[in-house]
């Protein structure tokens, strides 16, 4: 079975992102204190380690309690099938297609990964900016990591693939015969 260009891309794009986010998580979970602040350029990026119970940017994370990881379980099971249907239907030579849906996937199980190992996600990008005018307030974006890094770069390929003209599909004609119509010529 020869592999097409869309098989290449997930093949290859999957388990390189699902290996930096998990070796990063690594890295932070073993090196790093719980809620510990690295400055990586002041005033604007830190690392720091977070634990996310919750949804999205850590929103409901009082509220699942011990369901939280069967809720994701759940829901990264529906986004599997709904890859894997978009995955099939895609084009053999596509290439924005498939590289979204592979990195939503790897960033979906990256994800699931940490639930399932740790019972949370380890974040630990801090974006924030200080206001540069009284009352001088630090205002930050909440703390992500590499796999929510790839599920939202995947979204925007989505995205930027919806707005694309679809290629036409190509309809092969049949060689028509003189007269073949009904036109001149015909009985």
Known sequence: MKLSRKHWIII???PLAVFLDQASKLVIHSYCRLY??????????????ARNTG???????????????????????????????LF????VKAV???LALSLVLSG????????????????????FYI?????YRAHYW???????????AGIVLLLIDSFRPQPQPQVAQAAKAPGAEGGAGAD
């Open 12 to 14: 290859l794009t999957t």
């Open 36 to 49: 510990e602040s690295i400055a990586l350029i002041p005033g604007y990026l830190n690392i720091y380690y």
């Open 55 to 85: 949804l999205v940017f850590g929103m409901f994370s009082d509220r699942l309690g011990a369901y939280s990881t069967w809720i994701f379980l759940g829901i990264t099971i529906v986004a599997l099938a709904i890859i894997v249907n």
């Open 88 to 91: 099939f239907r895609a084009g």
């Open 96 to 98: 924005l297609l498939p």
């Open 108 to 127: 979906a199980l990256g994800n699931l990964i940490d639930r399932l190992h740790w019972g949370y996600v380890v974040d630990f990008i801090q974006l």
């Open 131 to 135: 206001s540069q005018s009284p009352p």
């Open 142 to 152: 909440p703390t992500f990591n590499v796999a929510d890094i790839a599920i939202t």
